[in-house]
C-alpha cells in the first residue's frame, strides 16, 4: 500500500507543477468492491491545460518511480481525461464538468485529502 501513496505524492506533484487546482485525493482502500485504492481528482482552467497537467503527471510518475499509465482515455477533447496506474486513478477535469461529475462525493465513505493549491 505504500507504494500507492508514494504514486499518489508524485502525481500530486506532477499536478502541482502545471498548477492544477483543486486537488483532492480519495482514499478508497478501506471500501469494499473499488477498482482501486486512490482517486486524485484535480482541474485545469483549459483543455491545454487539462493536457499539460496530463503530460506532467506521466512524466514525473515516469521520471522519480518508473511508473507508466496502463490507461490514458480523455486527451481528445481533454474535457475530462483519466488516466489508470492500476491501484490509483487520476482524473483530470475541467470545472464544469467536474462538478457535473461531482467524482469525489461518489463514494461517502471514502477519505478525502484537500490539498493546497500553490500560488
Request: charge should be negative; aromatic fraction near 8%.
Amino acid at each position: 500500500m505504500e507504494q500507492g501513496k508514494q504514486l499518489v505524492e508524485t502525481i500530486t506533484k506532477g499536478i502541482q507543477e502545471k498548477k492544477g487546482s483543486n486537488i483532492i485525493v480519495a482514499d478508497l482502500s478501506g471500501i469494499e468492491g473499488t477498482i482501486c485504492h486512490y482517486f486524485v481528482i484535480c482541474q485545469g482552467n483549459s483543455p491545454s491545460q487539462v493536457e499539460a497537467i496530463t503530460e506532467s503527471v506521466g512524466d514525473f510518475a515516469r521520471k522519480e518511480l518508473d511508473e507508466k499509465p496502463v490507461h490514458i482515455v480523455g486527451l481528445e477533447n481533454a474535457q475530462w481525461v483519466a488516466m489508470d496506474y492500476t491501484d490509483v486513478l487520476v482524473h483530470i477535469f475541467l470545472p464544469d464538468v467536474r462538478e457535473y461529475y461531482d467524482l469525489e462525493h461518489l463514494w461517502d465513505d471514502a477519505e478525502l485529502t484537500y490539498i493546497p493549491d500553490l500560488d
